[in-house]
């Protein structure tokens, strides 16, 4: 990070900009502990109503063995919307460009779960925008769930 140029926003937060982040990075989303209620909202919002979620029975005659949770719910866990570093990039993110992620290992209500980020790749385009690569991973107390990637569209730097 360049400690010379501090931008603040309306708020007092300071912002970053693309130019700002230096691979290898790293930060950490928060922690939320899985819930039944959990799994009940997700499949509400999308219509996933599959029994692996929710059923018992179902669940433990499955090869997994036992309920687990939505795919989809897991990666909405590594937003970084949810994380500290949201208020420090509204001014100069300008979107989500795109998302890859592995499933690992899957998760279950009681397990805790927290998103890991790393900066990987910063990639610099014409008129003053960049790529922000993220490194992602979901992670819980027996190891990692999930391994992806974020893509950010930023400012490289602030507009005059």
Known sequence: MRWWRIVVDDQGD????????NVGE?????????T??????FA???GDDHPIHYDEAYAAAHPLGKRVA???????LTAV???????????SLLAFAGQSCRFLSAATVGDTVWPEFEVHEIVEKSGNRGLLKLRVRLVCETGVLLDGEHVYLMLMEPSD
């Open 36 to 41: 039944d209620e959990h799994f009940r909202s």
């Open 14 to 21: 300071v912002q970053r900009y693309l130019s700002d982040f």
């Open 81 to 91: 919307g949810a994380t500290s570093l949201a208020s420090q990039i509204h001014e």
């Open 26 to 34: 790293t930060f950490r989303g928060p922690v939320t502990t899985l």
């Open 44 to 46: 509400l919002l999308t």
């Open 70 to 76: 939505h795919g989809l719910l897991l990666m909405s």
